[in-house]
Structure formats: C-alpha cells, structure tokens
C-alpha cells in the first residue's frame, strides 16, 4: 500500500564510544541505534549503547514482546547496547539478531562480551527466546511489511548497509563505510531513490586527509562530502549525517552539517530523540 507510514528514529548516533557531556548533549553521546517502524512492524539498526533507552521505552509502552535486531557489524560501539536491552531478560519475550560476515557463529560471536569478567549474566542464560540468524552477502529478507536488501561495504571488518522499504518509501542505513575515490558502486545501486540516507560522516575531508590529526585513510569511516555526492548521485530525498565522531561537540556537527547543506540542501545531523517520517518532514520530538 503506498500510504504506509514509516517512521525512523534515532536512538544513538555516535561512533567509537558512547561520548556524554554538555558539548554533546544536543546531539547526544550514544552509540549506533535506529528504530524503523511501521504500523504492524519494528526493526531496529544496531545495537549500540542507545539500545538500553529504547528498551525501555519499548517495555513503557508494552510493545517489547518481539524485537528484530540488524546489526551492521559486532565492533564493540555497534553491540555494547545488547547487555542492557531489558527485553532480552523477560520470559516469553522474542529477540531475533540479524548480522553475516563475522568468521564465527552470530551467536557465539554476541556471547564474547557477556561473560566473566567483563559481565555476570551469559548470553545463554537469558530468560527471553533469542534467535541468532545468518545473513548472506546480498541477502534479501522480509520482516513483517519491511522488505530489506543488503549490500557489503568498504571496512576492515565486514559490515553490511541495509534498504528498508514499505508502502513505497524506503530508508538506508549505511554506516562504518570508507568511500571510494568514486561512489561505491554497491552503495549507489542500493540507495538509489531512497527517502532518506543515513550515512556515515565520521570524519571532515581535512581530518580524513591528515591535515587536523593522523590520516584516517583505511579507518573505516567517511566524509559528509562523500555522502553529500553518494546522496546526490542516487537522487536520495534527505541525507542524514550519523556516525559521529565522540570528539565532535554539537557546535561541531552543526558545522557540518551547513558545509554540507551547501551543496545538498536536504541535509540534517542525526541526533538522538529525530523521529523521521519518512516521504514527508523531517520533525523533532524528545526523547
């Protein structure tokens, strides 16, 4: 149906490590989440430190019983929300993680931080149902009325972006990507048309460069002006910078975010508490 609303929230939107602090409360100091809902269906993007909030959140309102989680990848920033997800530790709850590309079983992989000594309750133990699947490079798969495609990306690890469509609108998620000398042609096949881009713009071009600090050439992250031409390039509706780095104050991020509106208008920062509805304008509530 193409009225189908289908709405994007940010829940954390830093990069490397939770970064709280009044030069970052306006953005916000919390690791990589994203809720995509639907009426009928919820998947959430990455299980970061901003996941503990949506989890309880998701209990308040009594909508906790089935949670599918994509996770871009098992770095640490991307994960470190799964120990403090209160779902996970309600019997009859369902918790489904959806992740590839990680050498070793998804479960085993999610277990590493939750044992002794770095945590007290193993990933085993936990009371609620959790179903570790798979994902195939390129994958297609369909959770409740989201259809979701994949695509591979550029990192020193394996890390997977995701298209989430419904109803004729869709969103992509493409974090803890390094950009090309050109648009990745992957990444451009799958954003092309998208209502909103969330991308990763960690570094400006100067620090990628090594003209403020070390070169970060191999790192693993990108520009918001390599987001600003891949957004371009696919006719995306809104571009939304994500990703950042915790040393970025708000200040910082606000900049940002006006260099890269000089050349792509329909640019914002995302910062925790955005809610997106997608096809339609972007609008602010508290978190």
Request: hydrophobic share 40%; with cysteine; aromatic share 6%.
């Given at each position: 149906?193409?009225?189908?609303?289908?709405?994007?929230?940010?829940?954390?939107?830093?990069?490397?490590?939770?970064?709280?602090?009044?030069?970052?409360?306006?953005?916000?100091?919390?690791?990589?989440?994203?809720?995509?809902?639907?009426?009928?269906?919820?998947?959430?993007?990455?299980?970061?430190?901003?996941?503990?909030?949506?989890?309880?959140?998701?209990?308040?309102?009594?909508?906790?019983?089935?949670?599918?989680?994509?996770?871009?990848?098992?770095?640490?920033?991307?994960?470190?929300?799964?120990?403090?997800?209160?779902?996970?530790?309600?019997?009859?709850?369902?918790?489904?993680?959806?992740?590839?590309?990680?050498?070793?079983?998804?479960?085993?992989?999610?277990?590493?931080?939750?044992?002794?000594?770095?945590?007290?309750?193993?990933?085993?133990?936990?009371?609620?149902?959790?179903?570790?699947?798979?994902?195939?490079?390129?994958?297609?798969?369909?959770?409740?009325?989201?259809?979701?495609?994949?695509?591979?990306?550029?990192?020193p690890d394996p890390v997977y972006a995701f298209r989430?469509?419904?109803?004729?609108?869709?969103?992509?998620?493409?974090?803890?990507?390094?950009?090309?000398?050109?648009?990745?042609?992957?990444?451009?096949?799958?954003?092309?048309?998208?209502?909103?881009?969330?991308?990763?713009?960690?570094?400006?071009?100067?620090?990628?460069?090594?003209?403020?600090?070390?070169?970060?050439?191999?790192?693993?992250?990108?520009?918001?002006?390599?987001?600003?031409?891949?957004?371009?390039?696919?006719?995306?509706?809104?571009?939304?910078?994500?990703?950042?780095?915790?040393?970025?104050?708000?200040?910082?991020?606000?900049?940002?975010?006006?260099?890269?509106?000089?050349?792509?208008?329909?640019?914002?920062?995302?910062?925790?508490?955005?809610?997106?509805?997608?096809?339609?304008?972007?609008?602010?509530?508290?978190?």
């Amino acid at each position: 149906m193409e009225d189908t609303k289908l709405t994007v929230r940010f829940w954390g939107v830093r990069g490397s490590l939770p970064s709280p602090g009044p030069d970052t409360a306006l953005v916000g100091g919390n690791t990589s989440c994203v809720e995509v809902t639907t009426p009928t269906t919820r998947v959430v993007l990455d299980a970061g430190s901003g996941l503990r909030a949506l989890g309880d959140a998701l209990v308040a309102r009594g909508e906790h019983r089935d949670t599918t989680l994509l996770l871009s990848h098992e770095h640490r920033d991307h994960v470190m929300g799964i120990p403090f997800f209160a779902p996970l530790y309600m019997p009859g709850c369902n918790v489904t993680f959806v992740s590839g590309g990680h050498g070793a079983p998804l479960r085993d992989v999610l277990a590493r931080q939750m044992t002794p000594p770095m945590f007290p309750v193993a990933f085993g133990s936990l009371p609620s149902r959790v179903v570790c699947r798979e994902l195939a490079p390129a994958e297609r798969l369909t959770v409740g009325d989201l259809e979701i495609e994949t695509a591979t990306l550029n990192h020193p690890d394996p890390v997977y972006a995701f298209r989430l469509s419904s109803g004729g609108k869709s969103v992509v998620f493409a974090t803890d990507t390094e950009h090309f000398a050109c648009v990745d042609p992957r990444l451009l096949r799958l954003a092309r048309g998208a209502d909103l881009l969330i991308y990763d713009a960690q570094y400006t071009p100067e620090e990628y460069a090594g003209e403020l600090g070390p070169p970060r050439t191999g790192w693993g992250h990108s520009t918001f002006a390599a987001g600003v031409e891949l957004a371009r390039a696919a006719g995306v509706g809104t571009l939304a910078l994500f990703h950042h780095d915790p040393r970025r104050t708000d200040a910082g991020v606000a900049e940002i975010v006006q260099r890269a509106r000089a050349s792509f208008p329909d640019t914002v920062a995302a910062r925790e508490g955005l809610t997106v509805e997608v096809g339609a304008a972007v609008r602010s509530r508290a978190a």
